[in-house]
Each structure stands twice: as structure tokens, then as C-alpha cells.
């Protein structure tokens, strides 16, 4: 007598874009890696699809419970799903789980469902900015924690990352970073000199260049480049390691991830952002006094004896003195929403594009605070 054949791992095939074939048997030793196949499934939303479930060859309560997790996920994907050809001992087995759970599935006919109002989804971005912001400041409490162990411990701190850090984030940058302050002091020193011609305080445009380059441009524009170039790194860097499960392997082998992989990166961009800046106010100064000796006929040594006349050492440290913050939040964003990262590949990029916006936000309300308390303390 043969023995019984084996039956097929459970599996999801997407036979087109709206049409889903379910096979295999979608019990605990069958389901295999189902759930990695149901997070790469992507159906259009409002648009009615079907799934054919005549090819199931067994289920036990995981299998339903996954089955139950499928049509869930596309309900709130808003994606009408028409379940068919299920056996009736799996439907009631579905059918058992899914109130157990707290849940109905859609029925086999499910009708579409009803777009969101507005409030609806005002509510429901606002909650996830909510649960977002929560999570960010429980990622600051335990980055601060692992900070603190490490200094009670130096033997911890990793400076190899560190100087690694330093280099790709800091030196590397050195050229881009350069040239945009240079382009930005031409554009800030083009702009004012017809206003300055007009009354004849063409010498002025030290004051206008040394100031603006000096306390908010150079360090606003150094912070935003620097979350386009680093901090990007930083949440495709974690994230690939999330979706490729090298995070809980180093869990696996005692490795604390945030010592590893989150503290050089804030501990070296905090060194680096703040020596970018003064690179930044160089080569913003210099283009502002180019344009300067072009537009309006000013040499170069009136516009340095101006210079040091009009900007104090309290404005050059006013704009030094945001960059470790502007440092702090662009590395500990990056780190946060690489952190966040599951799923597939897209998911990578997606909180990559999160921690970039994410970023520059976060350093133009830092900048706004820091002008008005600057502007509070008379600085």
C-alpha cells in the first residue's frame, strides 16, 4: 500500500492583479513562510477582488487564523474580497476563529466598503501621529538609557563606528556641503544688492551676508543636507537589517542593537554636523563676498574689515550652537525609523522617505524655537 502523499506547503499565488489562488494545507507544520507571502501581496484598493480556495487540502485553527488575518488585512486595505470555493469544515473552522478573535471576516459576497469621511480620516492620521510621536520619545528614553550605561561602562563605546561615522558623515559631505553654502551666499548676496544699490549702503551687504549665513542659513542648510544624505543612510541601513532579521540576531547573540548601530551614528553626526557648519559659513561668506566684488563693486578687503565689524562671537556661536541639536535629531530620527522598518524591501524605502521629511521638519521647528528663544535672551 502507498503512504499517503504529503500535502503542499500553504501558500498565496496572485494569478492577476485582483485574482488570488489559496492552496496547500494551512495547518501549524504547513504554513511556512505565508506570512511573508501575504505582506507582498498588493491588490488595488476600492476594487473588487476574488480568492479561490478550492486548492486548500487541510486547516487547523492557525490556518484559519492566518486565513482570518488575510481578509482582514484586505478589508482594511479597503479591498472588496470575494472568497470562494473554501470546504464548509474550513468556513465554520474560519468562521469559529474569527469570532474568537473579536472579528468577523467579510462574507464570501462582501459588497464595497463605504469610502472614509473626512473626520475619519483626520482621526485616524492624527492617532498614528500620536502612536508615532510616543514611540519616538520611548526610542529617546532608551537610546539615553544605553548612552548613560556606556558612559558608566567606556569599555562599551564602540569608536571605530564612531570614526567610521565621522568620516562618512562629516568628511565625505565636505564637498556638496561646501558648494551648496558657496551657491547660497551668491543667491543671498544677488538678492539684496539692487535693494542696497538703490540706497547706497552697498557695503552693508557684509552685514546681510555675514548674519543671515552665519546664524541661520549655514547651520539650517548644512542640517538639511546632511538628513537627505545621512539620514537617509541611516534608516535604509537599519531597515534592510530589520527585514533581513539581523536585528534579532544580534539580539540572538547579546549584542545590544542601539550600542551597535544607533549611538556612534548620533555620537559621530553630533561631532561632525557642528565642524560642517563652520565649513558651511566659510564657503557662504566667501560666495556672499564674490558676488559682492561682482554686483557691487566691493573688495574684498572692505567687505572682510565690514565683516568683522558687523557679526559678533555671539552670533557666529548662535548658529554653532544648533548644530549638535540639529545633529541629535537627524541621526536619532534616521535610527528610529530604520527601527520601524518590516515587511518587504518597499517598506524600506517608505521609512527611508519618513525619516528624510521626518528630519527636516523636526530641524525647522528646532530652528523656529531656538530663534525665539534667542530673541527672548536678546542674543
Known amino acids: 500500500m502507498m503512504p499517503p502523499r504529503p500535502a503542499a506547503p500553504a501558500a498565496i499565488t496572485q494569478t492577476s492583479p485582483q485574482e488570488l489562488v489559496l492552496s496547500g494545507a494551512w495547518t501549524v507544520r504547513g504554513i511556512g513562510d505565508l506570512g511573508r507571502q501575504m505582506a507582498a501581496l498588493r491588490l488595488a484598493s476600492s476594487t473588487p477582488a476574488g480568492a479561490d480556495a478550492t486548492a486548500i487540502e487541510a486547516m487547523d485553527s492557525v490556518g484559519a487564523q492566518m486565513l482570518h488575518k488575510l481578509l482582514q488585512g484586505l478589508q482594511v486595505q479597503n479591498v472588496p474580497l470575494r472568497l470562494q470555493g473554501l470546504r464548509p469544515e474550513f468556513a465554520t473552522l474560519q468562521e469559529t476563529v474569527a469570532q474568537h478573535l473579536g472579528g468577523l471576516a467579510p462574507a464570501p459576497q462582501a459588497a464595497a ?56 558623515a562629516g568628511v565625505d559631505a565636505l564637498p556638496i556641503v561646501g558648494l551648496l553654502s558657496f551657491l547660497l551666499g551668491i543667491v543671498v548676496a544677488y538678492q539684496s544688492a539692487e535693494q542696497l544699490r538703490r540706497y547706497g549702503a552697498n557695503i552693508f551687504v557684509a552685514d546681510l551676508v555675514g548674519l543671515s549665513m552665519l546664524r541661520e542659513f549655514a547651520p539650517l542648510i548644512t542640517a538639511i543636507i546632511i538628513a537627505g544624505r545621512s539620514g537617509s543612510a541611516y534608516a535604509a541601513q537599519i531597515g534592510t537589517m530589520a527585514v533581513t532579521e539581523e536585528i534579532d540576531a544580534l539580539r540572538t547573540l547579546g549584542i545590544a542593537p542601539l550600542e551597535l548601530l544607533v549611538l556612534p ?24 563676498m564674490v558676488m559682492a566684488r561682482v554686483q557691487l563693486d566691493v573688495a574684498y578687503g572692505e567687505f572682510l574689515d565690514r565683516f568683522a565689524k558687523a557679526v559678533s562671537t555671539t552670533s557666529y556661536l548662535v548658529g554653532i550652537g544648533k548644530a549638535p541639536v540639529f545633529a541629535a535629531i537627524v541621526a536619532t530620527v534616521g535610527c528610529f525609523q530604520g527601527f520601524r522598518t518590516h515587511g518587504g ?35
Open 265 to 288: 551614528k548620533v555620537m559621530a553626526l553630533v561631532v561632525a554636523l557642528p565642524l560642517l557648519t563652520v565649513f558651511a559659513d566659510v564657503f557662504g561668506v566667501l560666495g556672499g
Open 113 to 168: 466598503l463605504p469610502p472614509r469621511r473626512v473626520l475619519e480620516t483626520l482621526g485616524r492620521a492624527a492617532l498614528a501621529a500620536l502612536e508615532q510621536a510616543m514611540a519616538l520619545l520611548g526610542f529617546i528614553g532608551e537610546s539615553a538609557h544605553a548612552f548613560a550605561t556606556s558612559l558608566a561602562h567606556p569599555g562599551r563605546l564602540r569608536w571605530r563606528p564612531v570614526l567610521y561615522n565621522i568620516r562618512k
Open 345 to 379: 524591501a518597499d517598506s524600506v524605502g517608505r521609512q527611508t522617505t519618513h525619516s528624510v521629511v521626518q528630519s527636516i521638519f523636526l530641524v525647522i521647528v528646532a530652528d523656529a524655537l531656538f530663534s525665539v528663544a534667542f530673541s527672548a535672551l536678546d542674543l
